[in-house]
């Protein structure tokens, strides 16, 4: 029996072989990027954005202190805070400041004004996230906001998995540190985690908290579900029913 002999293979063919698979390998790229990976995206540089200007604006808070002491004590919010620095906000007369230089206080200008430009990039991911999440995702984006809807499709890996998620779990997304020390050390389990920032948890009292945020997680991943199969739009509905069951009044 004669031994099978294969044909050589041509350079012409190895060089259509690999353009055909960089082609497709090119397309599977392409596909690979999603609204969940934009999504995480944006809401990942806010998080960072929210560090930053939080450090920075500590920062402005202690070199301001030095020349106009009071602003500090009377303005909480550190956006505000940071505008007033910026306009050129004078000190009192009867300020305990020091008597800086002109150039002096302009360094502090200047950082109040990279600080405004912080939270207006804020506020712009914020609204691009509004934008994608209207198509993607509506009835999370409904309930719960951008915010927080970002921040569970980013801790969920995506909306699939969140829509698989049962509602105890999406409860406590962002308290694993919690959960984890309640399993190891026996401490009380955590009643919520991202979900702890939704108006609903926050005006509850301390006591109603965890109940709330049961409720809210309930809604949460019918709406999750909805939005995976493209199901119709029932947030505003599901809003109702939880600020009617919790007497919530705007």
Request: net charge positive; charged share 30%; glycine share 4%.
């Amino acid at each position: 029996m004669s031994p099978v002999t294969h044909s050589p293979v041509s350079q012409k063919q190895l060089q259509e072989l690999y353009y055909k698979n960089l082609t497709l390998t090119k397309e599977d790229l392409k596909k690979a990027v999603n609204e969940d990976q934009l999504i995480v995206q944006a809401i990942a540089n806010i998080t960072e954005l929210d560090k930053v200007c939080n450090l920075l604006s500590k920062r402005l808070r202690e070199w301001y202190g030095w020349y106009a002491p009071e602003l500090s004590r009377e303005v909480e919010d550190h956006q505000e805070f940071a505008r007033l620095v910026a306009v050129g906000e004078k000190k009192k007369t009867e300020s305990f400041g020091a008597d800086l230089k002109k150039e002096d206080v302009q360094e502090m200008i200047f950082l109040a004004e990279e600080i405004m430009h912080l939270f207006a990039l804020r506020k712009r991911h914020e609204e691009y996230l509004k934008i994608v999440m209207q198509e993607y995702c509506p009835n999370l984006l409904e309930l719960s906001g951008a915010t927080i809807a970002a921040h569970l499709l980013e801790m969920a890996k995506g909306l699939k998995h969140l829509a698989l998620l049962p509602a105890s779990t999406i409860q406590i997304l962002g308290a694993e540190k919690a959960l984890f020390r309640h399993i190891k050390t026996g401490s009380r389990s955590p009643k919520y985690g991202v979900l702890f920032q939704h108006p609903l948890v926050q005006k509850a009292r301390a006591k109603e908290r965890g109940k709330v945020a049961r409720a809210l997680a309930d809604k949460l991943s019918l709406c999750a579900r909805l939005d995976f199969f493209k199901g119709e739009l029932k947030a505003g509905e599901y809003r109702k029913e939880l600020e009617k069951k919790f007497e919530v009044k705007n």
